[in-house]
């Protein structure tokens, strides 16, 4: 019996090792506020912003499920912005969280990385986050993915949704084999 166990386990975390590198990475948005340099060292972490070192909070004010649409567009620096317009309860959360943080530094975290450092300087109420610059065609590509464009048919949407697909499919592929001697 020990060794029916030992062997269910073993196969359980040996499977997911042999589709690594095949599967496309789900995208995500979140979106931390500031928090101060006391709290607990599990809650916040340091990310440099104007003016020095900040520290945010671990947990989104917003998350990726909260975003219904999102629009991308060319920002200053060559790099991608976007605009993402929340959900109701997300609109509620970030209307309330950005009237408790005013005079504070807002985040934006995509795909796990922090690309956009913003100043709350009054109550976000209509729901509309702006990431002004920082993101990439890759970043645009896996929000592409998970969600649809403001301007956009949902059948347009459906068919740019498969085709980018394919390219970031083709993408991994190529990256695996320039990884190979």
Do not use: C
């Not at 980018?164 to 991994?172: E, G, I």
């Amino acid at each position: 019996m020990r060794y029916l166990i030992l062997f269910s386990f073993l196969i359980s975390f040996s499977l997911p090792a042999f589709s690594m590198g095949k599967k496309i990475p789900k995208a995500t948005v979140t979106f931390h506020t500031e928090a101060a340099k006391e709290d607990h060292p599990r809650m916040v972490f340091p990310h440099q912003a104007p003016g020095g070192t900040k520290y945010f909070h671990r947990f989104p004010v917003a998350p990726t499920k909260e975003v219904i649409h999102y629009k991308p567009f060319p920002a200053q620096d060559g790099s991608i912005g976007a605009m993402f317009q929340l959900s109701k309860v997300g609109t509620q959360r970030l209307s309330h969280m950005t009237t408790q943080a005013q005079n504070k530094w807002m985040m934006s975290v995509i795909n796990g990385r922090p690309v956009n450092v913003v100043f709350i300087d009054k109550p976000v109420n209509d729901g509309i986050m702006v990431v002004w610059k920082g993101m990439n065609q890759r970043d645009v590509d896996l929000l592409d993915l998970e969600i649809i464009r403001s301007d956009f048919d949902p059948k347009v949407w459906k068919k740019h949704k498969s085709e980018v697909k394919k390219r970031l499919k083709r993408q991994l592929k190529n990256e695996k084999t320039k990884r190979k001697p």
